[in-house]
């Protein structure tokens, strides 16, 4: 199976911050990565496809980079509705697996 | 607009079955394979098991920790996913997803999801 690892798992900040979380592949990908932002009692919603092209509808501030091993995950000034946890998920091949989540919360 | 609506979650007994439904709308379910991925109490996110479309001849894809046990199934005239849980275990309590898979582009649309306890 391939592991995914995401960090930070917890990450605090403030309005306005720039922030970026990780996840690192156990073996190769290619870009076959989401990334998916979920709220309390809420099902997950996908911001990132294919490691980088951004979800139809989803804020310019969320943007995605990497290929093959390793990824990232920028918000590039957050906003208030933006703390929430934060899923990577690689579709590359079976089982497909997530990271174990970053949550984001307020400074 | 995409709408996914799961139902039949509930309490069930350890051994127990359980079988849970997925209405789709808003797109051409037979054009999409179909997954499931649970959610555990305070947890992180689980995929299950997929189904693909008719042109790949509904081949379906298990996590192992559910393999042998849990089954899924669709009936694209009723544009309808199903997950056939059985010998359910204390572990298997999850808030379950649907959720459309474009293929080599992964899941984008998620339902709201549905309950299962198992407990005794």
């Known amino acids: 199976d391939i592991q995914m690892t995401q960090s930070p798992s917890s990450l605090s900040a403030s309005v306005g911050d720039r922030v970026t979380i990780t996840c690192r592949a156990s073996?190769?990908?290619?870009?076959?990565l989401g990334w998916y932002q979920q709220k309390p009692g809420k099902a997950p919603k996908r911001l990132i496809y294919?490691?980088?092209s951004l979800q139809s509808g989803v804020p310019s501030r969320f943007s995605g980079s990497g290929s093959g091993t390793e990824f990232t995950l920028t918000i590039s000034s957050l906003q208030p509705e933006d703390f929430a946890t934060y899923y990577c998920?690689?579709?590359?091949?079976?089982?497909?697996?997530f990271g174990h989540g970053t949550r984001l919360e307020i400074k | 607009e995409v709408q996914l609506v799961e139902s039949g979650g509930g309490l069930v007994q350890p051994g127990g079955s359980l079988r849970l439904s997925c209405a789709a709308s808003?797109?051409?379910?037979?054009?999409?394979?179909m997954d499931w991925v649970r959610q555990a109490p305070g947890k992180g996110l689980e995929w299950v098991g997929r189904?693909?479309?008719?042109?790949?001849?509904?081949?379906?894809e298990y996590a192992a920790s559910v393999n042998g046990r849990f089954t899924v199934s669709r009936d694209d005239s009723k544009r309808s996913l199903y997950l056939q849980m059985n010998s359910l275990k204390i572990e298997d309590t999850a808030v379950y997803y649907c959720?459309?898979?474009?293929?080599?582009?992964?899941?984008?649309?998620w339902g709201q999801g549905t309950l299962v306890t198992v407990s005794s």
């Open positions: 998920l690689q579709h590359d091949s079976y089982p497909i697996t």
């Open positions: 294919a490691a980088s």
């Open positions: 959720a459309r898979d474009l293929g080599a582009s992964g899941v984008d649309y």
């Open positions: 808003g797109f051409t379910f037979s054009d999409y394979y």
């Open positions: 073996q190769g990908i290619r870009n076959d």
């Open positions: 189904i693909r479309h008719r042109a790949s001849r509904y081949t379906t």
